[in-house]
């Protein structure tokens, strides 16, 4: 649902500038919340703004936004718990996928050694290549980088 609005999401955020989003006033707050383009949830709305100012002021501090997580230097834990007490609505599951999704180097948990990080790559394997076996690629994809999982049952025919 939320993809159907991506459109709305990107014009009612200023094309997601930060320094426009930090400027938004309570006329914005209450234009956003009658926008039917966009998921209208007044917290989430005032957390966008709230974030936006944080991002600048973090590159204000740092000199850019990646001079911020450098300053942790490689403690994932504290940088994880430093987004989710300066961000609104970001908790450390979220932290951790931002994280990941901006290619911070993160050490993978038990979890992820043990399931999603192996599955979520071969399901993307398998959809952009012509491997034709899943439990295959799977064994491939474990036993070049090393992770220790349990196969996943073959979801896929071959």
């Not at 002021?57 to 718990?81: I, M, S, T, V």
């Not at 932290?95 to 290619?103: D, N, P, Q």
Request: include cysteine; proline fraction near 6%.
């Amino acid at each position: 649902m939320v993809e159907n609005k991506k459109e709305s999401f990107t014009k009612a955020f200023a094309g997601y500038s930060p320094a426009k989003v930090a400027r938004y006033t309570e006329a914005d707050v209450a234009r956003l919340m009658n926008d039917t383009g966009i998921v209208r949830n007044e917290k989430k709305i005032r957390a966008t703004i709230q974030n936006a100012a944080q991002f600048l002021e973090l590159k204000r501090l740092y000199g850019d936004f990646d001079g911020y997580p450098a300053h942790f230097a490689g403690d994932e834990r504290r940088l994880q718990a430093d987004l989710a007490d300066r961000f609104h609505h970001v908790g450390p599951s979220t932290a951790r996928v931002f994280l990941w999704s901006v290619g911070y180097p993160l050490k993978p948990t038990k979890e992820e050694r043990e399931w999603w990080l192996p599955t979520t790559f071969c399901d993307f394997m398998l959809a952009t290549t012509k491997v034709p076996n899943r439990n295959k690629l799977y064994s491939l994809v474990v036993g070049t980088i090393g992770w220790k999982a349990p196969a996943p049952k073959n979801r896929s025919p071959g």
